[in-house]
C-alpha cells in the first residue's frame, strides 16, 4: 500500500472523509486498478451522502476486490443505498447475496429487516430482526428496530416500549431511539412521555424526515401547556 492510500485509510478512520477523498483523488491513474482505492473512494462517498459516486467504485469492488470482509462490508454498503434511493429489488439481491454466501450477521439481518420495513412488510420486517436479535440480543440498534416494528404492528406494546427502553439505557445519546421510545408512547395514548422524548430526538436531529413526522403527529395530541 502506497504511502498516499496509508495516509487516506487514517483519515477516513479519524472521520475526516473530505481530506481523505482529496488524497485518494489526487492519486490520478497510476492507482486506477488498485481496489484498495475503489473500496475508500466508496466509503467515503458513503459517508458524505453522494451516494450515486459511492455506488460506481463500491460496484467495482464487489468485482474486483480479493479480500471477501471488503465484498461483505460493500455489498451490505449496496443495499443500503439501493434502500435509501427506493431501488428496493436491487437492495434484496445484495442481502440475499451475502446470505447465500453464508454471511448471517447481525447487519445483514437488520439491514434485510430494514428493507422490508421501507417496503411496509412489517411482518417480515420482524421475522429478520428476531434473527439479529437471536443473534445479539443486547445490540442497542436491533433492540431498538424491534421495538419500532412491532409499535408500527400494533401487537403487544407493553413488550416494544421495553425494548424501546433497553435501547435508550446503553446508548441515551441516539435521537433514534429517542424516537422510537417516545413513538411507542404515542401509540399506548401517553402523549406526554411521547412529546418529551420526540422532542428531545428533535432538538438533536432535526434534519430528520420521520422525527419532524412523528413530532408534528404528538403536537397534535398533546399541548405542552396541558
Given amino acids: ?11 477516513y478512520k479519524a472521520k475526516r472523509y473530505e481530506k481523505a477523498l482529496g488524497v485518494l483523488l489526487s492519486l490520478g491513474d497510476s492507482e486506477e486498478d488498485n481496489p484498495d482505492v475503489s473500496y475508500y473512494l466508496g466509503l467515503c462517498y458513503f459517508r458524505m ?18 479480500d471477501f470482509l ?6 451490505l454498503l449496496l443495499a443500503i443505498i439501493y434502500s435509501k434511493t427506493e431501488r428496493y429489488s436491487l437492495a434484496e439481491y445484495e442481502v440475499k447475496n451475502l ?13 434485510y429487516s430494514f428493507i422490508l420495513s421501507q417496503q411496509g412488510k412489517i411482518d417480515d420486517s420482524i421475522d429478520y430482526i428476531f434473527k439479529a436479535m437471536e443473534l445479539d440480543p443486547e445490540n ?6 424491534t421495538g419500532y416494528l412491532k409499535a408500527e404492528q400494533g401487537n403487544n406494546l407493553e413488550e416494544a416500549l421495553e425494548l424501546c ?14 424516537d422510537s421510545l417516545g413513538w411507542v408512547y404515542f401509540k399506548l395514548g ?10 428531545k430526538a428533535y432538538q438533536m436531529a432535526e434534519d430528520h424526515p420521520i422525527i419532524r413526522t412523528h413530532l408534528d403527529k404528538v403536537v397534535g395530541e398533546f399541548s405542552p401547556e396541558e
Fill in 140 to 145: 442497542a440498534n436491533v433492540l431498538n428496530s
Fill in 99 to 111: 446470505l447465500e454466501s453464508g454471511f448471517e450477521s447481525v447487519q445483514v439481518f437488520s439491514v
Fill in 70 to 75: 471488503h465484498l461483505y462490508q460493500c455489498r
Fill in 190 to 199: 401517553k402523549y406526554r412521555e411521547a412529546h418529551r422524548y420526540i422532542k
Fill in 1 to 11: 500500500m502506497s504511502n498516499a492510500i496509508a495516509t487516506a485509510k487514517r483519515l
Fill in 165 to 178: 427502553k433497553r435501547a435508550v439505557r446503553l446508548r441515551p445519546e441516539q435521537p433514534a431511539y429517542l
Fill in 49 to 66: 451522502g453522494r451516494y450515486d459516486d459511492a455506488l460506481l467504485y463500491l460496484e467495482q469492488v464487489v468485482t474486483t476486490h480479493p
